[in-house]
């Protein structure tokens, strides 16, 4: 029994219907993190960006070497620096919490990079063209710059959404009762890992199925007349 | 000399190690129209670029209007300008430039309307009205619901000429307006450029390899050879009887 639901050893199929709905527990945190996860890479990752960008060095500079920092360390050493690291210093966060936001640190390395890339990919001659005009640069990049990079970045976050989901089982590791670590629980008590590892898979496809489906969505409802899309 | 609405004093322009401008004078009458002529590379279009404050300066002063363009007089000491300062001076001018550099995703409409109403402050309805006007100007009124993908090159570069205009300045720029255009498309923005060469008051600075066309509309033809103006004259002076052997061999390779 885990979280009110028993489980019904008599078949394989009998089996794997009764610890559905305990996998839809753990899949539901999972969605919860992959969001909390992909919301901090997005919002953290534009900072750090804009950060990189910056005219001074002393901005830029350490910006660029916290993503390398970022992107040359796996997962895991964030992670368990911040749930075991933070705390020493008094901050206390859920496990759940510190999981999500690790991934956000995580992939904010990569989503900087997607918002750089596609920043860049609009023209220097947009921007002459803004300045000839005198626009203000505030202007320039929220109506010339950023309508015609969202385009171009929106595929690119979709991917790493797709990633952080397909990471969160990571979180495993810190307590965090996620699917796949929910699913180990049953196998470990029900000595049968095949049933619930199996259903693991399909429910995880579907989801990245579903996510992937629904960013080619958004991809073809954003407008982009006249983009240079590849 | 004190009528000059554009005057280059001794003005150098450096990339890196490469000197492009070397001490260049250079002086534009109000209202005059210049055709700017000469090889590639020879720093035509830093001339623009540096009036459209594209480009900075290594030295001297480029005066618009009686005033420095990249130097702010203060406590009578010429200092490098403030984007304040060179926000206001860049309202004078406007710039047409090679690839038209159109916003891809506006429309036409949008194109010309947007600085307007972003900088000028104008009204959208307001802008609406002058944008139709420009672009019944242009020859352009029906399209101004299309994005700029869906125009053949000289339509686009038609909008490019309205949306500069739209900016109300009194010192047009053109960048080889008609070099990125295939040979037919070429007459259609000549004749709304020769359209505007017949306001009085509008300065232009043309810099073009179209020589029948710069001998129609210019009061004076420069031309440039490695950041500095070998010749100038009329445009009867230089394409009929240039004095400069160079001004020669580039007319001569050129016409053929
Ligand atoms: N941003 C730049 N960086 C380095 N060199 C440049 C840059 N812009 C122009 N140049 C060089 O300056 C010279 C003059 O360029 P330009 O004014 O574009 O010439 P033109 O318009 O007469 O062909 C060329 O040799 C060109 O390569
Ligand atoms: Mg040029």
Avoid at chain 1, 65 to 72: A, C, G, N, Y
Avoid at chain 2, 157 to 171: F, K
Avoid at chain 2, 236 to 246: A, Y
Wanted: hydrophobic letters at 50%.
């Amino acid at each position: 029994m885990l979280f009110g639901f028993e489980w019904d050893l008599t078949n394989p199929l009998n089996f794997a219907i009764s610890i559905l709905p305990i996998l839809l527990v753990g899949m539901w945190v999972t969605i919860q993190a992959t969001v909390l996860g992909f919301f901090v890479a997005l919002v953290l990752g534009l900072v750090l960006a804009v950060l990189k960008s910056a005219q001074s060095r002393f901005v830029a500079w350490p910006a660029k070497l916290v993503t390398e920092f970022i992107r040359d360390t796996p997962l895991l050493v964030q992670l368990f620096f911040l749930y075991y690291v933070l705390p020493e210093y008094g901050i206390v966060l859920p496990a759940f919490m510190t999981g999500a936001l690790a991934l956000g640190i995580q992939y904010s390395a990569y989503t900087s990079e997607v918002y750089r890339a596609g920043i860049e990919a609009v023209g220097k001659d947009q921007r002459e063209a803004a300045r000839a005009l005198n626009l203000s640069a505030a202007n320039t990049f929220t109506h010339i710059v950023v309508p015609q990079a969202v385009p171009r970045i929106v595929p690119a976050m979709g991917n790493y959404l797709v990633s952080i989901m397909k990471d969160v089982p990571v979180l495993s590791v810190v307590t965090v009762l996620e699917m796949l670590n929910v699913a180990k629980i049953i196998g470990d008590r029900t000595f049968d890992y095949l049933v619930p590892l199996s259903l693991v898979g399909c429910l995880y496809l579907i989801m990245t199925l579903v996510a992937s489906a629904g960013v080619r969505v958004l991809d073809t409802h954003l407008p982009k007349q006249g983009l240079p899309l590849k | 000399m004190t009528d000059a609405i554009i005057r280059f004093d001794k003005v150098v322009k450096r990339f890196g190690d490469l000197t492009v401008l070397d001490e260049l004078d250079f002086e534009v009458k109000k209202g005059e129209k210049v055709s700017i002529i000469g090889p590639s590379g020879s720093g035509k279009s830093t001339v623009l670029r540096i009036l459209m404050t594209l480009e900075g300066i290594d030295g001297g002063v480029v005066y618009v209007d009686g005033e420095p363009l990249w130097h702010e007089l203060r406590e009578g000491a010429l200092l490098p300008a403030g984007e304040g300062h060179l926000r206001r001076m860049r309202s004078k001018l406007g710039m047409v430039f090679q690839q038209f550099n159109l916003f891809p995703h506006m429309t036409v409409m949008r194109n010309i309307t947007e600085a307007p109403v972003k900088v000028l402050g104008l009204s959208r309805k307001d802008a609406h009205l002058r944008a139709e006007e420009l672009l019944d100007l242009v020859g352009l009124a029906d399209q101004a619901k299309k994005f700029p993908h869906q125009l053949s090159g000289g339509q686009q570069q038609r909008v490019g000429i309205a949306r500069a205009l739209a900016m109300r300045p009194s010192i047009l720029l053109f960048d080889e307006p008609t070099s990125a255009l295939d040979p037919e498309l070429v007459g259609e923005v000549l004749t709304v450029i020769g359209r505007l060469a017949e306001e009085h008051d509008l300065t232009m600075l043309l810099v073009t390899h179209e020589m029948r066309f710069a001998r129609e509309i210019s009061d004076r033809v420069c031309f440039f050879d490695r950041g500095q103006i070998r010749e100038e004259g009329t445009p009867e002076e230089l394409f009929t009887d240039p004095s400069e052997d160079r001004t020669r061999e580039f007319l001569k390779a050129i016409l053929d």
